[in-house]
């Protein structure tokens, strides 16, 4: 039922443009997902647990990583007696070196950690992609990492611009901005 509201919401978007909500990500990160063999799901920025609830049935593991403490907390509970998901709490500038450390396989990466106003964490900066970036580059796999919020990385607030992320990433990874996300493609899956 769920994924179907996530369609609607996903033709709806087609159909109008705009900047895309929550259920139409999670309608193009899930069908990413299963159209490859992905080893894991792995998230930078928890928050309510929405990304999580909507790869639950669809990926055979998970992790997310919440700076916030609260946050964090709230997500244990509410995937409490699932194990295949992981609920971290840290930073994950930190965490996700870690737990690109213990995959034996490319996994999808969704990149969404950063300050969003009001009671969310915050790190050094407002977002740790920078970081998270290096981690990725170290990985011995190509995983498809996907960042969201594209029109933020203007290079400003700890955000690269695009041309920047680009050179970042350009040994490894083909980018491609698209729904306000920016894909980056694996050159060759390993
Ligand atoms: C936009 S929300 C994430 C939304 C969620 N990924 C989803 O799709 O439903 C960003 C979250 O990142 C968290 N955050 C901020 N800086 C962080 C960091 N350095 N490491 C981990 N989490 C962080 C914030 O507390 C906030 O909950």
Redesign the pocket.
């Known amino acids: 039922m769920k994924q179907v509201y996530r369609y609607l919401h996903y033709l709806f978007w087609r159909l109008n443009g705009g900047l895309p909500n929550?259920y139409v990500?999670?309608f193009i990160l899930r069908k990413a997902f299963k159209t490859n063999d992905f080893y894991a799901f792995i998230?930078?920025?928890?928050?309510?647990?929405?990304?999580?609830a909507a790869f639950r049935d669809v990926a055979p593991a998970i992790y997310?990583?919440?700076?916030?403490d609260s946050?964090a907390q709230a997500a244990k509970k509410r995937f409490k007696g699932l194990d295949h998901v992981r609920i971290i709490q840290?930073?994950?500038?930190e965490?996700l070196p870690l737990i690109l450390n213990q995959q034996h396989g490319p996994s999808l990466i969704?990149l969404?950690?950063?300050?969003?106003g009001g009671?969310?964490?915050?790190?050094?900066e407002?977002?740790?992609i920078s970081q998270e970036i290096k981690a990725v580059l170290e990985s011995p796999y190509r995983h498809f990492v996907c960042i969201?919020?594209a029109r933020c990385f203007d290079g400003s607030d700890g955000y690269p611009s695009i041309a920047e992320l680009k050179l970042m990433l350009r040994t490894k990874y083909m980018l491609e901005v698209k729904a306000d996300v920016i894909f980056c493609y694996p050159k060759s899956l390993e």
């Open positions: 929550g990500k999670q998230e930078t920025g928890t928050h309510r647990g929405q990304m999580v997310s990583v919440e700076l916030s946050y840290g930073n994950s500038a965490q969704w969404d950690a950063h300050y969003s009671d969310t964490a915050k790190g050094a407002d977002s740790p969201d919020d």
